[in-house]
């Protein structure tokens, strides 16, 4: 079904600005957006309230969060459903088997009624202010399309292991060098996705933001506005294959914008290829040496979290 027409049938969307706008006229209050947002989850009871709260106990009231499960077999499902009987206008979820984490997105994308978007992880949390000021932000610079903030990345306690402060964007580094957006800090109005469609299948969040910033100006504010978890399931802590898979299909997309074979992605991906290639030389030492080089094989300090399920 073409996404115009996905658009043009969710009339809940319509009528929550037409009264939002219509209540705002009659007290001379400001106009609040509602704010969509989304979820992809797997088997990720662990976090999962911590996030949820996170999300509701927000200074800014009118926000929808939406969780797309894959089909979960952890308690996943049962945390799910009791808070979105509690609060059934805040909370929603389908349950059900998708191809990818970009697949999960979409979904949640086409369910969504607000008109500012973000996507947050089931292990992550925004900060208190979060949404408030990113609201203000679009208050106060209403030709803006699209924002990001700084993050925190935290252990599996919830412990501060270092603030990530990402540049100013930049399209030709976003395409030849790494992504500078956090994707846990990043909020889009609707027209972005009705201007350059949703998640394309192959990356998530590399391949929109480069998408985006062809058309719009992405606009960075220096607050903190999301916490992403380093832990066993998150991508820094994955296996060898399963980051040569997410690197090789960074290099393809870099490539496929107009990316430099030795673009920064490409450069990754090779060296997993590199090192795979030894193995048959380096013998009965290859997994002490592919453990070592692995930790550090695509991620610094400075490189931000992206989500693979699996």
Known sequence: MPLKRIFEMDNSRA???????????????????????????????????????????????????????????????????????????????????????????????QMAKGEILGALGSDDMYEPEAIQTVVEFFRANPDAYFVFGACNFINGKGELIQRYQPRDFNIKRMINVKCDVPGTSAFYKREVIEKIGLYDTLICDVDFFIKAGKVYQIHRIEEVLSNQRIHEGSFSSGSWETRKIVWRAHCITSRRHGGSIFSGYCLIYYAFLIIDWLRPILGPIYPFIGKALGKNIGKSKDDWEIRVRG
């Open 15 to 109: 009528q929550y600005e037409r009264v939002n706008k219509e209540e705002g006229m009659k007290e001379g209050i400001t106009y609040n957006p509602l704010v969509s947002v989304i979820t992809p989850v797997l088997n990720g009871v662990k976090y999962l309230e911590t996030c949820i709260e996170s999300v509701l106990t927000q200074s800014y009231p009118h926000i929808e969060h939406i969780f797309i499960d894959g089909g979960s077999t952890d308690g996943t499902l049962d945390v799910l459903s009791r808070y979105s009987t509690k609060y059934p206008d805040r909370i929603r979820f389908i349950s059900e088997p998708d191809t990818s984490a970009s697949d999960a997105a979409n979904k949640g994308q």
